[in-house]
Nanobody, 124 residues
Framework: QGQLVESGGGLVQAGGSLRLSCTGS????????AAWFRQTPGKEREFVAG????????YYEDSVKGRFTISKDNAKNTVYLQMNNLKSEDTAVYYC?????????????????WGQGTQVTVSS
């Protein structure tokens, strides 16, 4: 089946930057699209950004537009999330996920593979 492994989380001051990476193996790095989600305690997991494998179409949640950039390196089976101008409200566990089938990138329920998550903490 394969797995997704995230890295790059950590503690950063407000206004700073972090880059998350997600490397997949097996079927996890194929199919239709990959995306980043985030979750805070007591809240549902929410969509952050997504990208399609074949044509690099990207889609972002409104609060991160202009600050976050999703990209990928097909040769490395890796998806990135560059996060700039971080705010305290960006603090969360960030998860990468991939889906095999066509559909809305923001639909959490349709993703087939998930990473274990990486903590991002932004201090104000």
């Amino acid at each position: 089946q394969g797995q997704l492994v995230e890295s790059g989380g950590g503690l950063v001051q407000a206004g700073g930057s972090l880059r998350l990476s997600c490397t997949g193996s097996g079927r996890t790095s194929s199919g239709y699209a990959a995306a980043w989600f985030r979750q805070t305690p007591g809240k549902e997991r929410e969509f952050v950004a997504g990208i399609t494998w074949n044509d690099d179409y990207t889609y972002y949640e409104d609060s991160v537009k202009g600050r976050f950039t999703i990209s990928k390196d097909n040769a490395k089976n890796t998806v990135y999330l560059q996060m700039n101008n971080l705010k305290s409200e960006d603090t969360a566990v960030y998860y990468c996920a991939t889906r095999l089938t066509y559909g809305a990138l923001s639909n959490t329920a349709r993703y087939d593979y998930w990473g274990q998550g990486t903590q991002v903490t932004v201090s104000s």
